[in-house]
């Protein structure tokens, strides 16, 4: 049992490490696409062109691969810590599932910037850049305080 407890606090320090890493990657992309499409907006096509390859090695590098490592430990500590009938686990699911999407819209918008197909307006962008930040927020207030 206490190996048990010793190895849900290390997979929970990791969990914790690479959502850190996620949210990282989750907050600097979409500040990316910003700037990216201002450049294409200017015709500054050289700077454009540099962007399409900091947002393949930020999503390649950090994203992609923190994403996974979050969902496996999360999935892992649900298990382990018998967590699954709990509702605030539910919840917190939900808004998780809810940042995977985003994090699925961000790579996919970056893939039409580089395209050079914008679909969205500046002000737009701008305001979606927000939802991370307030969706971190719910989650880790449903995790800590468990309201229910
Ligand atoms: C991908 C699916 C995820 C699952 C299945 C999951 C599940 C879990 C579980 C079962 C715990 C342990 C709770 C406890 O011991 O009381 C935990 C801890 C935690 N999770 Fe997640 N999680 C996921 C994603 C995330 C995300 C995206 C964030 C933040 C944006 C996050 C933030 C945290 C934090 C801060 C803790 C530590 C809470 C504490 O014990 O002090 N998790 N997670």
């Known amino acids: 049992m206490e190996r048990?407890?010793?190895?849900?606090?290390?997979?929970?320090?990791?969990?914790?490490?690479f959502v850190i890493f996620w949210m990282a990657g989750l907050f600097?992309?979409?500040?990316?696409?910003?700037?990216?499409?201002?450049?294409?907006?200017?015709g500054r096509a050289e700077e454009a062109a540099l962007w399409v390859e900091r947002e393949g090695k930020i999503r390649k590098i950090i994203l992609s691969?923190?994403?996974i490592?979050?969902?496996l430990l999360g999935l892992t500590l649900a298990t382990i810590g018998q967590h699954w009938a709990e509702p605030w686990l539910h919840a917190k699911l939900l808004f998780v599932?809810?940042?995977?999407?985003?994090?699925g819209w961000a790579v996919g918008y970056a893939k039409k910037l580089a395209?050079?197909?914008?679909?969205?307006s500046g002000k737009t962008l701008r305001?979606?850049?927000?939802?991370?930040a307030v969706t971190a927020a719910v989650i880790v207030v449903l995790v800590i305080v468990k309201p229910f």
């Open 115 to 120: 395209a050079n197909k914008p679909t969205l």
């Open 69 to 71: 490592i979050v969902w």
């Open 127 to 132: 305001m979606l850049n927000e939802i991370p």
């Open 28 to 42: 600097m992309l979409p500040r990316y696409l910003v700037y990216h499409q201002e450049a294409l907006a200017a």
């Open 4 to 17: 048990l407890i010793v190895a849900y606090n290390w997979y929970l320090a990791a969990h914790v490490i």
């Open 65 to 67: 691969p923190a994403m």
């Open 97 to 103: 599932l809810g940042l995977s999407g985003y994090h």
